[in-house]
């Protein structure tokens, strides 16, 4: 429930500044958003089988996919 809270509360901010900075801006970051997700999904299989399994197996493969998620979109986002 606190999870769920708080993913509503994200999602309502990101929504509100988007709408803030107009139309264009958010197309262009909803593009980028696209494009890093591709690219965190197609580099996710490669990256994920260089690291040997250890304690945090269950958490490494949903850390490493938000890592590169997120690395793509700064790198996109920082560029526009």
Do not use: K, N, W
């Amino acid at each position: 429930m606190i999870l769920l809270s708080i993913s509503l509360v994200l999602v309502a901010g990101v929504t509100y500044y988007h709408y803030l900075q107009g139309g264009f801006t958010a197309v262009i970051s909803a593009i980028c958003a696209l494009i890093a997700m591709l690219l965190a999904f197609g580099y996710y299989e490669p990256v994920m089988g260089m690291f040997p399994p250890g304690r945090m197996a269950d958490y490494s493969g949903g850390m490493l996919l938000v890592a590169l998620y997120g690395f793509r979109l700064h790198c996109l986002a920082s560029d526009f």
